[in-house]
């Protein structure tokens, strides 16, 4: 988890729902994992404190609202001891009227900031081979792959259904909220939206993708419920199925998948049981930017078994070139495939 954190700025910091536990001391974990963040002595220290005073000073902050009563006698003293006219006091009384205006201008600039710091939406996309690890203010943690982005509420309050929306592909760790056998409260679902369908589910573990008009997904732990945006149908999924989507055609089908063989981008791995090189080379698109050029067409049919490490796309190309017998050339943000001398 450290490493999302190397490159936050003041505002990262002020909207992480993981930091603001442990400015307000609510989880023993958030307490050790900054403590030991801090000694570390991160290049980015300087806006980490930053943050902590701002939230420390809003948190402890406290409006004093005096009385009606003061405030008339506050003001009637002042204008008598001035010994003004009444013309003088009925200007007096209009510049009291215009600080009382201003003053309340800015305190509500100051709570509509606030709450905008915790209520408001926040969108996380990652670039192209990159991936991130995102964790939500219930705790649930999300890793995003490459080329993919995530929109959720910053802070989900009053029992409020938690709701994120996908673009590419996440994992999901969804923290388990219900605790009684009473019928489930909005508060409890946890909802995935993609372009086509939504997944919910109350605590689970799962993989969603989103490619190409094609959605994927896939369950490792739980349970979850699939409805199509058009309310046609709706599709349970149970441990180590797989559930894909056709928004061309329409079609579903389900079936039983090795959710190791899913989840394994998660680890840097691509594992592949009889896939073919289009399917690769598709990977390498959407993943890295990359846009496929090919002398022989024909290769993208043939199928690779086996496990290919995708740290980074070099380690993917220089793999392919030796199981096809090809060469492979990287050219700006093309891959040209050329046969073999």
Do not use: C
Not at 312 to 335: H, Q, R
């Amino acid at each position: 988890m450290s490493e999302q954190y190397k490159n936050y700025g003041k505002q990262d910091f002020l909207e992480d729902a993981f930091f603001l536990a442990y400015i307000k001391r609510t989880s023993v974990e958030a307490v050790r994992f900054w403590e030991k963040w801090m000694a570390s002595s991160p290049a980015n220290i300087g806006d980490m404190q930053a943050a902590a005073q701002e939230l420390r000073v809003l948190l402890s902050a406290t409006r004093i609202y005096p009385s009606p009563a003061t405030t008339d006698e506050v003001w009637e003293q002042i204008a008598g001891q001035m010994a003004v006219s009444t013309m003088e006091r009925n200007k007096l009384r209009r510049i009291r009227r215009s600080l009382i205006a201003a003053a309340a201008a800015v305190l509500l600039f100051i709570i509509g900031s606030s709450l905008f710091y915790y209520t408001g939406n926040k969108t996380i996309a990652t670039g192209y081979g990159k991936t991130l690890r995102i964790q939500l203010s219930d705790q649930s943690l999300v890793t995003l792959n490459a080329n993919s982005s995530i929109t959720y509420t910053r802070r989900w309050w009053g029992g409020a259904r938690r709701e994120v929306w996908l673009t590419g592909e996440a994992f999901f760790d969804v923290t388990h909220l219900k605790k009684d056998s009473l019928p489930v409260k909005e508060g409890e679902r946890f909802v995935v939206h993609t372009s086509h369908l939504d997944v919910e589910v109350l605590g689970t573990r799962f993989n969603v993708k989103e490619r190409r008009g094609v959605t994927l997904v896939g369950l490792t732990t739980g349970s979850v419920q699939l409805r199509w945006k058009d309310g046609r149908q709706t599709m349970p999924l149970q441990p180590g199925e797989q559930a894909s989507y056709q928004a061309a055609t329409g079609e579903v089908h389900k079936v039983v998948k090795d959710m190791n063989e899913v989840n394994a981008w998660k680890e840097n791995r691509l594992v592949m049981n009889n896939a073919t090189v289009g399917e690769i080379i598709q990977l390498l698109e959407d993943n890295y930017g990359y846009k496929a050029v090919l002398e022989d067409p024909s290769i993208t049919s043939r199928k690779i078994q086996g496990t290919i490490p995708v740290k980074n796309e070099d380690n993917i190309i220089f793999i392919l070139s030796g199981i096809l017998k090809v060469n492979i050339e990287k050219k700006d943000s093309l891959l040209i495939f050329r046969r073999a001398n």
